[in-house]
């Protein structure tokens, strides 16, 4: 089993700062990663998948990096909303979804 | 596309429940279909998944040979059914759409519906 692993726990970060969440995996994923926000009380929601491509009505300021082992999800100028918990999730092995457990983005 | 769940509630360990999740606004038989859980608090647990056809099945570990996913093509319908059920089994469960049918992440997901598992 590919275990992710997401790194820091807790990133307390400023409106219109920017912020960098990373995740880890125990084997190579090649590039089969995707990033999802969860606000308190909603379902996730896809944001990047193919390690660096936004989904559909993702803002620009979401960009996604890495390939292996080794990812990143970047915000730029965080905004109000932005404020959530990411995962990061592997399909390398679909459909034995692994997830990482999460990122909580709080404002500072 | 929409995804709504149903079917949870309050149940005795060892009891059985089957949840629901009615589907639309995309072909039900070409995308594979899965149940992700969250416990309260905690992260998100990829629970099962079943192909578009329906006639192959995936669990993770902890719940293999107590829950059998399944799907009604002609009612555009995905089922968990739980049996066995355990305290640990205490979480929201999703119903989740994959992207293209083959190796992809999950892009729809339903609200949820609370399976509670306590005496």
């Known amino acids: 089993e590919r275990v992710m692993t997401q790194s820091p726990a807790t990133l307390s970060v400023s409106p219109g700062e920017g912020a960098t969440l990373s995740c880890r995996a125990s084997?190579?994923?090649?590039?089969?990663l995707a990033w999802y926000q969860q606000k308190p009380g909603q379902a996730p929601r896809l944001l990047i998948y193919g390690a660096s491509t936004r989904a559909t009505g993702v803002p620009a300021r979401f960009s996604g990096s890495g390939s292996g082992t080794e990812f990143t999800l970047t915000i730029s100028s965080l905004q109000s909303e932005d404020f959530a918990v990411y995962y990061c999730q592997q399909y390398y092995n679909w459909p034995l979804y692994t997830f990482g457990q999460g990122t909580k983005l709080e404002i500072k | 596309v929409q995804l709504l769940e149903s079917g949870g509630g309050l149940v005795q360990p060892g009891g059985s429940l089957r949840l629901s999740c009615a589907a639309s606004g995309f072909t039900f038989t070409s995308y594979a279909m899965n149940w992700v859980r969250q416990a309260p608090g905690k992260g998100l647990e990829w629970v099962s998944a079943?192909?578009?056809?329906?006639?192959?099945?995936y669990y993770a570990d902890s719940v293999k040979g107590r829950f059998t996913i399944s799907k009604d093509n002609s009612k555009n319908t995905l089922y968990l059914q739980m049996n066995s059920l355990r305290a640990e089994d205490t979480a929201t469960y999703y119903c989740?759409?994959?992207?293209?049918?083959?190796?992809?992440?999950?892009?729809?997901w339903g609200q949820g519906t609370l399976v509670t598992v306590s005496s």
């Open positions: 084997q190579s994923v090649s590039s089969n």
């Open positions: 079943i192909n578009g056809a329906g006639d192959d099945t």
């Open positions: 989740a759409k994959d992207r293209t049918g083959y190796y992809a992440p999950l892009d729809y």
